[in-house]
């Protein structure tokens, strides 16, 4: 059984609290109960992870590098700005689908960019909470034509 990654990235440990209009009123645990659940219907064992911290996550992509066939990760705010998650998503040579709950697309102008984008295998956004199945599904589409 291969195993896989799901990383959330800062504030998403809030979900169910922190602005529903946009991330729905599930919580993190439901979420990532339904992540898993998502995960083993398609033969993935799935890790869970969620930082605040721009370097935890990148000492996570690092250590997946070792023992996991590929990433699901929602950014957050980081996915616009940080250089660094970019750099660690081109070095560690496993496929990386970028997620969001939101459609960070129709949001404020900010959120339209994606600097890890250009090194990630796909993004999905705007499907709430199943942006992360889609993007578990993506992910064995992926691992499966190679």
């Not at 659940?37 to 605040?52: M, P, T, V």
């Not at 370097?55 to 250590?63: E, F, N, P, R, V």
């Not at 956004?125 to 599904?137: H, I, M, R, W």
């Amino acid at each position: 059984m291969s195993k896989i990654l799901v990383m959330h990235g800062p504030n998403l440990n809030l979900l169910g609290e922190r602005e529903p209009g946009y991330y729905g009123s599930d919580t993190f645990d439901s979420v990532n109960a339904e992540i898993k659940a998502k995960a083993d219907l398609l033969g993935f064992e799935c890790e869970i992870y969620q930082s605040n911290s721009e370097g935890a996550l990148i000492d996570k992509l690092h250590a997946a590098r070792l023992d996991c066939a590929g990433v699901v990760l929602n950014a957050g705010a980081y996915t616009h700005y940080s250089y660094a998650i970019r750099d660690a998503i081109a070095a560690i040579k496993i496929p990386v689908v970028e997620v969001h709950m939101s459609n960070i697309h129709a949001r404020d102008e900010f959120r339209h960019t994606s600097v890890i984008a250009p090194v990630c295998a796909g993004q999905i956004a705007g499907f709430g909470k199943n942006s992360y199945l889609l993007g578990v599904e993506a992910l064995k589409t992926i691992l499966e034509s190679k």
